[in-house]
């Protein structure tokens, strides 16, 4: 099965199968790694909301002194590792007459079958601890499931590669039999790439260390860590204030001084704060380097295939037609240095969570400029410009609902109380955030717009940096206007167009331009003889 080919065999005339028969396989024994990695992550995810309020009550209750701590957290080790080997121990896997079968579990068991038609996603990963070795884990996934449909977790990596090659071109086969028993042949649609004469892979992007380092900073996460790190932070303080008395530095009597003058209490605190910006960027940067490092995103036929990580090497493919839809996101500290993230989404099936950054239904090409995200977009959805386009805005009845309606009362409700109460610094409080909530609310409404072209609707929204979501007309499934009894008094309305990969609203519309975009949409989808995959 994992026979290597020979040096100077070409694999364009050479076909090696990948089928294993009918006895069934086990894994590499550096599979019980995964296992075990795989259980410690899974226990951590789960633990991860309960994490403080276990700190606080270890920290209350003076757990991590007791003489049961380290017995405790030995067995949770040997249950881990336990768990890992009976995970290998049971896990057999084969390849035959184009399917994919998995058995596995102990008390639970398993039998996946998955033909080579059905698969969508092929990702080829090798963690950490694969690196010094042959091996990768190869996920295969589908568009029926919210997970991963099926792992493999150690096989080489010329067979992983010899596997995903198959799989792929059984599928172009299947999809070129539908196309050719379902609809008659048409000059305007083209043929998947795949069947092109050009099979060599053409490099798209690649992200220097010095955009993931951008990338890192504007997209700063470490917050998320910050938070968990609650229950420490009168540990960290006492820590840092005892440091600081070993240098001769007494907080103290510093405070108690009368010759510390107001600016230079300013000036420690404006540094201190600094050091902790500067090392949560560091922090971010780290991540981002961790994960994108040498980053390349290629096309070979109709797949783009995106392989990154400095530990952990990722290799993530995804088809031209299940692209659903193109997103260009800026934060604000992206549109201050012309930066912008690009994501590629597909099908969204289940209840699929995770940060959006990671999210498995999309392809994150980060941190580009806006020549490369417009390079971009167009190399994905053909003629499609979304920074060139005069976007129709929404109506000013946005304003009126979002100030009107839902600021203002609970701005006088609170003022009356206040007021009663004699809080007049509480009150030019509320004031100041009312001002400031509605200052953002106008920011919102001055981005929110839409256009359209003969192929793609743009949407843009966002608030002080720019949101932009081009969707492909013939993509979209279901369109939903709703209208409140305010809003069709006035005759207005939102709609919100239903694509495989998520919901696109536009708020607030006169009754002309939701009759516009739901007959152009809807006409599209029934004129059109393209699938939506």
Not at 215 to 242: K, Q
Not at 315 to 330: F, L, T
Not at 453 to 460: E, G, S, T
Not at 481 to 486: E, T
Request: charged share 20%; net charge positive; with cysteine.
């Amino acid at each position: 099965m994992d026979k290597i080919e020979q040096p100077g065999s070409s694999s364009a005339t050479t076909r090696i199968s990948v089928a294993t028969g009918n006895r069934w396989r086990r894994l590499a024994p550096i599979a019980v790694l995964y296992f075990i990695a795989s259980n410690i992550k899974s226990m951590v995810q789960n633990a991860l909301y309960i994490i403080p309020a276990l700190a606080i009550s270890a920290q209350s209750t003076g757990i991590l002194q007791t003489r049961w701590f380290f017995p405790v957290l030995a067995a949770l080790l040997v249950l881990m590792i336990g768990s890992g080997l009976i995970s290998y121990l049971f896990y057999q896997f084969r390849v035959r007459n184009g399917h994919v079968e998995i058995r596995m579990g102990l008390l639970r068991r398993r039998h996946i079958n998955l033909p080579f038609w059905r698969i969508q996603n092929i990702k080829v990963e090798r963690p950490f601890y694969y690196r010094l070795t042959q091996f990768a884990v190869v996920i295969l996934d589908t568009a029926g499931s919210a997970k991963e449909e099926a792992k493999i977790v150690a096989v080489t990596r010329q067979y992983a590669a010899r596997l995903r090659a198959e799989i792929l071109s059984e599928r172009n086969e299947f999809l070129q039999t539908s196309d050719n028993s379902q609809t008659a042949p048409d000059a305007s649609v083209s043929k998947p790439a795949d069947q092109s004469s050009d099979k060599e892979d053409r490099v798209i992007n690649r992200r220097s260390v010095k955009d993931l380092v951008i990338h890192g900073i504007t997209n700063n996460r470490v917050w998320i860590v910050l938070g968990a790190m609650a229950p420490f932070y009168d540990d960290l303080a006492r820590l840092v204030g005892e440091w600081l008395e070993q240098q001769g530095l007494q907080l103290e009597q510093l405070a108690g001084s009368a010759s510390v003058a107001w600016w230079q209490w300013g000036l420690y605190a404006f540094t201190i704060i600094m050091i902790i910006m500067a090392a949560m960027a560091l922090f971010s940067v780290g991540g981002s380097l961790l994960t994108y490092y040498g980053y390349t995103l290629t096309r070979s036929g109709d797949r783009y295939i995106r392989k990154s990580g400095l530990l952990s090497q990722q290799e993530v493919s995804m088809r031209q037609s299940r692209v659903q839809m193109v997103a260009v996101k800026q934060d604000w500290l992206d549109r201050i240095l012309r930066r912008a993230n690009i994501f590629f989404e597909q099908n969204k099936t289940g209840n699929q969570q995770g940060q959006e950054l990671m999210a498995p239904n999309k392809l994150l090409v980060p941190s580009v400029t806006l020549s490369q995200a417009s390079a971009l977009c167009e190399e994905v959805l053909p003629s499609s410009q979304p920074f060139s386009r005069d976007f129709s805005p929404i109506t000013g009845f946005y304003l009126v609902h979002m100030i009107g309606v839902r600021v203002l009362p609970i701005l006088c409700f609170l003022l009356v109380v206040l007021g009663w109460q004699g809080q007049w610094q509480a009150m030019a409080v509320a004031l100041g955030a009312a001002t400031v909530l509605s200052g953002v609310i106008w920011l919102r409404f001055r981005c929110w717009g839409f256009a359209r072209d003969k192929n793609y609707l743009y949407v843009r929204s966002g608030i002080v940096g720019k949101d932009y979501q081009i969707l492909p007309l013939y993509k979209i499934q279901q369109v939903v206007i709703q209208q409140s009894i305010m809003m069709r008094r006035r005759k207005l309305a939102t709609i919100r167009l239903i694509l495989a990969s998520g919901t696109v609203s536009i708020p607030f519309l006169t009754q002309k331009q939701i009759s516009y975009l739901s007959r152009v949409a809807l006409a599209e989808v029934e004129v059109s003889a393209k699938s939506w995959m």
